[in-house]
């Protein structure tokens, strides 16, 4: 009588990859991302930049040069920092209003800084800084 045929697709098994556990994993390792996300705020120094005086005075008239090993240059001098602030007051009795901080490349950071706070306590507080290469 009928032979029995087998329709294919009625007992067969699907033989298709099933996406949703990647789906899951993938959707698991965003959320894991997002949440342990560092978000770093970058800080930044404000400089200001010298201004031209409707006076005739000149804002930046004398310069400090702070090289590599250390060594702090005034007025073609080479000082200690003890005595920057010697020198700041005496260019303030000179009537100067600012100072040109020049340092170069790879000046130590805590030479820079004990030069910059040595300048500040003198009275100078119009800070100009040039990178020399």
Do not use: C, W, Y
């Not at 090993?69 to 303030?92: F, L, T």
Request: charged share 25%.
């Amino acid at each position: 009588m009928h032979t029995r045929r087998e329709r294919h697709g009625d007992n067969e098994s699907s033989h298709g990859i099933d996406l949703a556990p990647m789906l899951d994993f993938v959707v698991n390792l965003l959320i894991f991302f997002i949440v342990t996300a560092v978000f770093v705020k970058e800080s930044a120094v404000t400089v200001k930049r010298p201004t031209n005086t409707d006076d005739g005075t000149q804002s930046i008239v004398d310069s400090i040069e702070v090289h590599d090993d250390g060594e702090i240059v005034i007025g073609g001098r080479v000082v200690d920092v003890r005595s920057v602030r010697a020198n700041v007051e005496r260019m303030i009795a000179n009537d100067r209003k600012g100072v040109l901080l020049v340092a170069q490349e790879n000046v130590p950071t805590g030479t820079l800084v004990a030069v910059v706070d040595q300048v500040r306590l003198g009275g100078i507080h119009d800070i100009t800084f040039s990178i020399a290469r």
